[in-house]
């Protein structure tokens, strides 16, 4: 049997004469996470609606867990789990409530056992009791999660699910994200945290509807081909905004006392820092990160479509 769970090839979709997906194409396959990232606006809320069959792309074409993502769409709704961007639960419900409680609007069988199993699995046994709206922004988010879980999907849709959370409880929701894979459950999660982007098997890359960059952190990395200087020492905007003025700097981004200096060709940027930069400060050749290839990227393709 296959294991590619979303299959999708140059869907476009528009909104009016807003042309928001642009010749969209992804593969993601069983139990894999995969991270989908890109500015507000850049078209992931609209992509993930196409691949599980709430939106008709108006070209292109794809399959959902093997179903036609243009003519099976109620069918592809059984078996996914999509958390919205804004999802809501009922307030004065305590969190098994919640949970029962959508067993029975789904007439899903064997709804307290479901309830138990997830509760479980989720690490919510101890608080099943709570109220969901005295719960903070990490259990909600849990809660959240096992309510679009109960109907044991084979493939989750998470639109930003950690947006505003706590580093600790996000990084316990990432440990369960992490289980259900083990589990060959697959998810597509959309995230502007690039920690949590370096959590993902693979991750997509998206700027005004175009697919910018798709792969593995280390290979997205890799084909941007930057290299990335640290220097530290005092007075750091000065010499950033001397630097910048000078052809074959690409970006620079200040962290505490090092600024970091990203340019497409070594030699050039080698020759730059060392007749730019005073003796007074230290610089090495570091890692170029994810957040810096994305940059890169994002600026590159603004300048090349003249946005
Ligand atoms: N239902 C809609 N009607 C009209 N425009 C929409 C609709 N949904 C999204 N858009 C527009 O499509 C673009 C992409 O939005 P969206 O997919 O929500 O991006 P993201 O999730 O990356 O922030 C934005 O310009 C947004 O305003
Ligand atoms: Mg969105």
């Known amino acids: ?37 890109g500015p507000n606006g850049s078209g992931k809320t609209t992509s993930i609606r196409m691949m599980c069959g709430l939106i008709t792309p108006d070209s292109g074409k794809g399959h959902c867990l093997g179903m036609d993502i243009f003519t099976q769409r109620e069918q592809i709704k059984h078996h996914i789990g999509y958390m919205t961007q804004h999802f809501s639960m009922w307030g004065n419900l305590t969190i098994r409530e ?14 307290k056992a479901r309830v138990d199993q997830t509760l479980e699995e989720l690490g919510l046994t101890s608080r099943q009791h709570q109220l969901a709206k005295f719960l903070s922004g990490g259990w909600k988010q849990r809660l959240a999660l ?3 879980t109960l109907h044991h999907p084979a493939l989750l849709f998470l639109d930003e699910p950690t947006a505003g959370v706590d580093p600790k409880a996000r990084r316990e929701f990432w440990q369960i994200l992490h289980q259900l894979s083990d589990r060959g459950i697959s998810t597509l999660v959309s995230t ?58 690409e970006q620079t981004v200040i962290f505490g006392n090092s600024l970091f200096v990203t340019a497409k060709d070594e030699k050039v940027l080698n020759l730059i820092l060392s007749h730019a930069v005073a003796s007074d400060y230290e610089f090495c050749k570091v890692q170029t990160t994810l957040e810096d290839a994305f940059t890169w990227l994002m600026k590159n393709n603004a300048k090349n479509n003249k946005y």
């Open 1 to 37: 049997m296959s294991d590619v769970c979303i299959e999708v090839s140059n869907l476009n979709k528009y909104f009016g004469a807003n042309h928001v997906v642009k010749d969209f194409s992804l593969t993601v396959r069983k139990g894999e996470i995969y991270g989908f990232l």
């Open 98 to 111: 919640n949970l029962l409680f959508i067993t029975r609007i789904y007439n899903l069988v064997r709804g």
């Open 146 to 148: 096992a309510a679009c």
């Open 192 to 249: 502007h945290y690039m920690d949590e982007a370096e959590r993902c098997h693979k991750v997509a890359y998206l700027s005004y509807g175009h697919l910018l960059a798709n792969g593995s952190v280390g290979s997205i990395i890799h084909q941007q081909n930057l290299t990335t200087v640290k220097i530290s020492g005092k007075r750091l905007t000065e010499l950033e905004n001397e630097l910048l003025k000078m052809p074959g700097i």
